[in-house]
């Protein structure tokens, strides 16, 4: 008995066999029921109600790394850009007052001002 994931780096379902390598970890890790808790593989899930885990599939994990890299890459080379460690560290070490607030919200805005939530 498998169970399926959907694969949301390329939009396809995959059959799992027990473990996978979920976003954030490096090994493997067994695949459990939302719903009562129990890995998936071994118990009968046929009363549980649990949504479908999303979990990039072994076939495009290198590529999702890739891409997550890349993206990792992005946010620094903005942040450099930005010059958001300086700028940060500044904010940290000024006194309360208009100035730190000013830079507060640059940075903020800066944070929270751009990428997908501009299009919101
Ligand atoms: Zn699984
Ligand atoms: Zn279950
Ligand atoms: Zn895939």
Redesign the pocket.
């Known amino acids: 008995m498998s169970h399926r994931h959907f694969?949301d780096?390329?939009g396809?379902w995959?059959d799992c066999n027990g473990t996978a390598l979920r976003r954030g970890e490096t090994e493997p890790s067994v695949c459990l029921c939302v719903a009562c808790g129990r890995p998936l593989e071994g118990f009968d899930h046929g009363e549980c109600d649990a949504p479908v885990e999303l979990v990039?599939?072994p076939?495009?994990q290198e590529e999702e790394r890739r891409r997550m890299d890349e993206a990792r890459k992005a946010y620094e080379r903005r942040a450099a850009q930005f010059g958001f460690e300086e700028k940060w560290t500044r904010m940290k070490a000024l006194p309360d007052g208009p100035e730190k607030d000013a830079l507060g919200g640059e940075i903020v805005e800066w944070l929270f001002g751009d990428g997908d939530r501009q299009r919101q």
């Open positions: 694969c780096s390329a396809h995959w990039v599939c076939e495009h």
